[in-house]
């Protein structure tokens, strides 16, 4: 299986990495991208070492979806969030499998002047053909991203199954994405090459 796969677009770049995301974010420069993710509860919850890495990647600039359950403890990161953004997915119920709650919060910093949204109703995707216990949908991500500045590399540290890489070439930005599992890796790999209608 591959490990990386980028691909090239007039001056915009789409990479992403089979690969721990921390060694990848210990390797970055400060301030070199706007991070948007969706990392494990298990990462917002003990292992503050990821936020403090992503916060000098970003210098202050991210939106972490989080869960009613661990929104406590990103409040308690220093600095505290900016803002907290309510996902609510009109499908979404409490047997639904999948995204188990009607509300998600999206702990944000460093959202650009103009952004004033407190809620987001984007409904999750029904009929994917992969599997992924919280899949998030691209038209969230994309709204997202653009609630922070233009022309500014995206991030996603802990890509699942590359929901923000589609988001990111919908609207022309470059992207970055990491993930350590193989399989969801290859899954958004096929999303990749599926977006960019490449044929093996």
Same mark, same amino acid.
């Given at each position: 299986?591959? %490990? ?9 770049? #789409?990479?992403?990495f089979? %690969?721990?995301?921390m ?7 400060d ?11 298990? +990462?917002? +919850?003990n ?6 890495e992503?916060?000098? +990647?970003s ?6 979806? +989080?869960?009613d359950r661990?929104?406590k403890?990103?409040n308690?990161y ?13 499908s ?17 910093w460093?959202l650009?002047?103009g ?33 922070f ?6 991030? %996603?540290?802990?890509m699942?199954?590359g ?20 399989? #969801? ?16």
């Amino acid at each position: 299986m591959m %490990d990386k796969l980028t691909i090239k677009q007039r001056t915009n770049f #789409y990479t992403i990495f089979l %690969d721990d995301c921390m060694k990848r974010l210990k390797s970055m420069k400060d301030g070199t991208a706007i991070i948007i993710t969706d990392p494990p509860d298990e +990462v917002v +919850v003990n292992q503050p070492e990821y936020f403090l890495e992503c916060m000098r +990647v970003s210098a202050g600039r991210m939106a972490w979806i +989080v869960s009613d359950r661990t929104l406590k403890y990103a409040n308690e990161y220093q600095p505290r969030p900016d803002k907290i953004i309510a996902w609510i997915p009109p499908s979404a119920q409490p047997t639904s499998g999948l995204l188990t709650l009607k509300y998600h919060p999206i702990a944000c910093w460093g959202l650009h002047s103009g952004a004033k949204v407190a809620t987001i109703r984007d409904d999750i995707e029904q009929s994917v053909w992969w599997s992924h216990p919280g899949t998030k949908p691209v038209s969230l991500m994309k709204k997202l991203i653009a609630l922070f500045d233009n022309d500014v590399l995206i991030m %996603d540290p802990f890509m699942g199954t590359g929901a923000t890489g589609v988001a990111c070439k919908e609207l022309g930005r470059s992207y970055l994405g990491i993930e350590s599992d193989p399989n #969801y890796f290859e899954i958004a790999t096929k999303r990749m090459k599926d977006t960019w209608m490449i044929n093996e």
